[in-house]
Every structure is written in C-alpha cells, then in structure tokens.
C-alpha cells in the first residue's frame, strides 16, 4: 500500500492502487480534499491558516500552509499525475475547521480558514459537495485512492465518513 502522510501545511496525492493520503490531528486546520474521478487521484492539503500575508517568508517553505497558496500548489501537483491543473471535474470535499482551545472566539481560525477556503475554491469556479467542519473536536482524515471514501476518525468517536 502506498501512503501519503502529510503534517501541518503539507500537500500532497496519490494514484497508486491500494494506496491512501492521511492527515492527523486537524483542529481549527481544514483539510481540503480533491478527488480526480478520470486519473483517480486523490489530493490533500493541510492548511493551518487562511491568508498567506501574514508570513510570506512561511510561504516560500510551506505553501501547503495557508488557504491562498496551498489550494494552487495542490493543483499543481495533481496535475502532474494528470489531473486538470485548474481542477475541472474534481470533487472536492472539505474536513476540520475546529474551534478548539479559543472559548470567547478571540481568535475563530477554524471559521476563518473555511471561509478562505471557500472563496479560493470558488476563484477556480470548485465548491465543496460534502464537508464536516466545526465543532469543537479534532479529526483525523483518510482518503482511500480506490474508493474515494473519506473516514473521518476523532478519539471516543466511532469512524464516520463524508
């Protein structure tokens, strides 16, 4: 089985039969999920936080870290296993986006990645079919190449998907 594991700010995919790309441990991060029905690709990115403005420097090391930069990486990779590298046809689907250790919404980073999310998607004319975001839980995601099924898993829950 081949495995793409991706930490914080990491992008990644896999093609290969019997493979997977996992994440762990999202909180307020957002895990965007692209799924290529026509390579049957699966692609990942780890976005820890929405605007890449507020630490250029981070960029240049980890695109894959912020909404704007790491959503075009990951199509950029994608289309080197043959994927449209504007992510025509591609399903997307949308994880995490806790609110965790912030209370009073001082902060709200799961909130605000999702919406930055949101509105690259919509820049490249994609929107999110499925997505299990919020709450105040972390999740840990697999994406299976054959199948495209998501499994969401978080400790005392049992797995679901999406």
């Given at each position: 089985?081949?495995?793409?594991?991706?930490?914080?700010?990491?992008?990644?995919?896999?093609?290969?039969?019997?493979?997977?790309?996992?994440?762990?441990?999202?909180?307020?991060?957002?895990?965007?999920?692209?799924?290529?029905?026509?390579?049957r690709t699966?692609?990942?990115?780890?976005?820890?936080?929405?605007?890449?403005?507020?630490?250029?420097?981070?960029?240049?090391?980890?695109?894959?870290?912020?909404?704007?930069?790491?959503?075009?990486?990951?199509?950029?990779?994608?289309?080197?296993?043959?994927?449209?590298?504007?992510?025509?046809?591609?399903?997307?689907?949308?994880?995490?986006?806790?609110?965790?250790?912030?209370?009073?919404?001082?902060?709200?980073?799961?909130?605000r990645n999702?919406?930055?999310?949101?509105?690259?998607?919509?820049?490249?004319?994609?929107?999110?079919?499925?997505?299990?975001?919020?709450?105040?839980?972390?999740?840990?995601?697999?994406?299976?190449?054959?199948?495209?099924?998501?499994?969401?898993?978080?400790?005392?829950?049992?797995?679901?998907?999406?």
């Amino acid at each position: 089985m081949s495995a793409v594991v991706l930490g914080v700010g990491d992008f990644g995919a896999n093609n290969k039969p019997g493979g997977i790309v996992k994440t762990y441990a999202l909180g307020s991060c957002v895990a965007v999920i692209l799924l290529d029905p026509r390579t049957r690709t699966v692609g990942m990115v780890h976005v820890a936080l929405p605007e890449s403005r507020i630490n250029p420097a981070k960029v240049a090391e980890r695109p894959g870290y912020f909404a704007d930069t790491g959503i075009p990486a990951l199509l950029k990779e994608m289309a080197k296993l043959g994927c449209d590298p504007r992510g025509r046809g591609m399903v997307v689907k949308l994880a995490g986006g806790a609110k965790i250790m912030d209370p009073n919404d001082t902060f709200n980073i799961g909130k605000r990645n999702e919406l930055a999310i949101k509105k690259v998607l919509w820049a490249h004319g994609m929107g999110a079919v499925a997505e299990d975001l919020g709450g105040n839980f972390s999740r840990t995601v697999a994406v299976s190449v054959d199948t495209g099924e998501i499994t969401l898993s978080s400790p005392g829950r049992s797995n679901w998907t999406i």
